[in-house]
């Protein structure tokens, strides 16, 4: 008989991968990222509610699940082969709004837990028929997103169905759910009806299976009498052709009990599948075919699913170092410019120019201060909005970009923060003006106002400030005026560089909050490579 590999060593090895596939991000809308995210997402919910738990615990009972296309009768069947009803059915589309687990009462803990399936909260019913219009929901919870836990004599130790919702559902919500508790499936029984056997999206679920080889059985469901032969011929062909002629296949007529989805089908009509099911359950060597096929095929798609997911976040890594490389190359190019404009004295132009030439006659000292700082904000948010325009031409022509690049609604804030920026600039300068005035050692000192005025005219005049250097010097010496000029031209830089980055880093905050990682590609690499090692 062969027997699930449950070694301490390779579940570490699981779930080490299952945290690198959790911690991957697919953010930026390249051409690939829906198909990654949803891969992702799949693959979480295989590790997380089926190979994990079924490694961990071998012996659990066999769960089948029963999904299909709206309207194939998987509530009618799952009554049939229990005996009782135990799920809702009935014309009204979609019927099963809340997915139904039955197990024999012995079984019960098994799945009571969070062993499988931990996202969904359990609910238990009365031992009555449920009314739909009870409400099994625990207070606060979407009552799509719970398992209700039926038990049933009539199921054999060893064996659970799920009754899941529609695979094709107009609610978005139970497509996805039904796809979730298809993961966690020992068993795949997928269900469909003589008129929709050929439709896409019961197709696309069989070509998953074969492609993760799980252990997978048909029903082909609701078979007028008239075209049993026929139906079934064309369904077989079509199975064929699909590479899945193997998969056990199984035939329900349609009945009166079952026209309105109401009723039980008697128990002749699904005898053989109860049968197929028990005995995978019951027999030692059919179960451990059905429990490893299935866990071993979910193991082996790894060798291309990872790969995969590692490619797409490679090209998620690519696309943001383009889209950083754009606000980087915008954001040094504008600091450039505004170092030389600042060395060439650029500042002291237009209204700062004229306060100066009229300093001191017509001209306070802190009128020129303020005019200077005023002029100096201007420099600095002229460039910070050429380097944002820049940013937004880059980036609408890259496809990564695509819901990036709307209005900022900081960026009418920026001058505001500018100002702020400069005005300190202003405070600290004028602090160390005090501070040299304060060391003089005469009666007569010069006005602190003068001397921060002076000092920042010769750090943002250039040539055209020669004059007020002279000024400070005979204010406070020569000594004096070369260490305010020092201390207050490393000041300048400081503030300078503190806004542009600041501004380049508020540009990239939103690049930055989708946490695209470079190491992403490798940790999944590397996950896979150690898995593959402890197999």
């Not at 094709?168 to 796809?179: E, H, M, Q, Y």
């Not at 020569?478 to 201390?487: I, P, Q, S, T, Y």
């Not at 503030?495 to 909050?513: F, G, K, T, Y």
Request: aromatic share 4%.
């Amino acid at each position: 008989m062969v027997t699930l590999d449950v070694r301490p060593q390779l579940l570490d090895a699981l779930s080490a991968l299952r945290d690198r596939v959790a911690a991957a991000r697919f953010p930026l809308p390249l051409a690939g990222a829906p198909r990654a995210r949803a891969n992702r997402d799949e693959l979480l919910a295989q590790l997380d509610d089926y190979l994990v738990p079924r490694l961990r615990e071998p012996e659990a009972p066999l769960l089948a699940v029963v999904g299909g296309s709206t309207g194939a009768g998987k509530s009618t069947l799952v009554n049939s082969l229990v005996g009782r009803k135990v799920s809702e059915a009935g014309v009204l589309r979609p019927t099963t709004r809340t997915p139904v687990l039955v197990c024999h009462p012995e079984d019960q803990h098994w799945f009571s837990g969070m062993r499988m399936l931990p996202d969904l909260p359990r609910v238990w019913t009365p031992r009555r028929a449920p009314d739909p219009d009870d409400d099994l929901s625990l207070p606060g919870e979407d009552p799509t997103r719970v398992l209700r836990i039926e038990t049933a004599d009539t199921l054999p130790r060893g064996l659970a169905l799920l009754d899941a919702p529609d695979i094709d559902s107009l609610i978005s919500d139970n497509r996805v759910l039904a796809a979730e508790l298809l993961c966690a499936a020992d068993i795949w029984v997928m269900v469909t009806t003589a008129s929709r056997y050929a439709d896409a999206v019961p197709w696309h679920l069989l070509r998953t299976a074969k492609e993760y080889d799980v252990t997978l059985v048909t029903v082909l469901d609701r078979v007028p009498h008239q075209v049993v032969s026929e139906v079934s011929r064309q369904y077989g062909a079509l199975l064929n052709k699909a590479g899945l002629g193997d998969v056990p296949r199984f035939t329900v007529p349609e009945l009166p009990e079952s026209a309105w989805g109401g009723g039980l089908l008697p128990g002749t009509a699904v005898a053989a599948l109860r049968n197929w099911l028990v005995h995978q359950a019951q027999d030692p060597t059919a179960r451990g075919h059905a429990v490893t096929r299935t866990a071993y095929g979910v193991l082996a798609s790894l060798r291309t699913r990872m790969p995969e997911l590692a490619s797409a976040a490679a090209a998620q890594y690519a696309a943001a170092l383009r889209l950083v490389s754009a606000v980087d190359a915008a954001y040094d190019s504008e600091h450039a410019r505004v170092r030389s404009r600042l060395q060439a004295g650029a500042v002291l132009a237009g209204d700062a120019l004229k306060r100066w030439r009229a300093f001191p006659l017509d001209c306070t000292a802190r009128e020129l201060l303020d005019a200077l700082v005023e002029s100096l904000g201007a420099l600095l948010l002229c460039a910070v909005t050429a380097a944002d325009e820049r940013v937004a031409d880059a980036w609408r022509r890259e496809p990564a970009a695509d819901g990036l690049t709307g209005h900022d609604p900081d960026a009418e804030r920026a001058e505001h923060r500018i100002g702020l920026a400069v005005r300190r600039w202003r405070r600290e300068l004028e602090e160390y003006a005090e501070e040299e005035v304060a060391e003089l050692d005469r009666h007569a000192v010069p006005d602190p106002d003068v001397v921060a005025a002076l000092a920042a005219t010769v750090l943002l005049g250039g040539r055209r400030a020669r004059s007020a250097g002279e000024a400070m010097a005979e204010r406070i010496g020569v000594r004096g005026a070369l260490r305010l000029r020092d201390r207050g031209g490393r000041l300048l830089v400081e503030h300078v560089d503190r806004v542009v980055n600041a501004e380049r880093e508020r540009r990239l905050a939103p690049l930055d909050a989708l946490d695209v990682r470079s190491e992403s590609q490798a940790e999944l690499i590397a996950a896979l490579s150690v898995l593959q090692k402890e197999r």
